[in-house]
């Protein structure tokens, strides 16, 4: 890899993250309190995401779900049916799971979706779990 990080040139990935996006972070993570505060684990990965969807919908949170996800390949654009879950503000992408434990492949598939989206933050949450 030379002076790329994510797909971001090399000054740009040390740069902190902008307190507004920190801030509309925050707010992505109160609302995933709130939906795994009210159901808890055990049920299906598309119920948690469109209760994020109500909760950020409440919050005035711009927020957009099931952002076809195009990649670039030998010049060409190309639809390989990937999909970002949620992706807030244009600048935090958050993949919703229901899994018994987040594997390698999980937090793989987050960092190449940030690449892809050029989004240096990512939330990944797993609502099948006992405390969020």
């Known amino acids: 890899m030379t ?18 996006t920190e801030a509309l972070a925050s707010q992505v993570l ?29 919050m005035g949170v711009p927020f957009q779900r099931q952002v076809d996800l195009p990649v670039d390949y030998d010049g060409v654009r190309l639809d390989g049916g990937m999909r970002l879950d949620l992706w807030v503000g244009k600048e935090i992408v958050v993949e919703v799971k229901a899994v018994e434990d987040v594997k390698p492949v999980h937090r793989a598939q987050l960092l190449t979706y940030l690449r892809l989206a050029g989004c240096r933050l990512g939330l990944l949450a797993n609502f099948n779990v006992a405390r969020l």
Not at 3 to 20: D, N, T, V, Y
Not at 35 to 54: F, I
């Open 30 to 58: 109160e609302a995933a309190f709130r939906v795994h505060r009210a159901l808890g684990p055990g049920l299906l990965e598309s119920v948690y995401e469109a209760c994020m969807c109500h909760e950020l919908h409440k």
């Open 3 to 20: 002076g790329r990080h994510l797909g971001m040139p090399q000054e740009k990935r040390f740069e902190p993250i902008a307190p507004a």
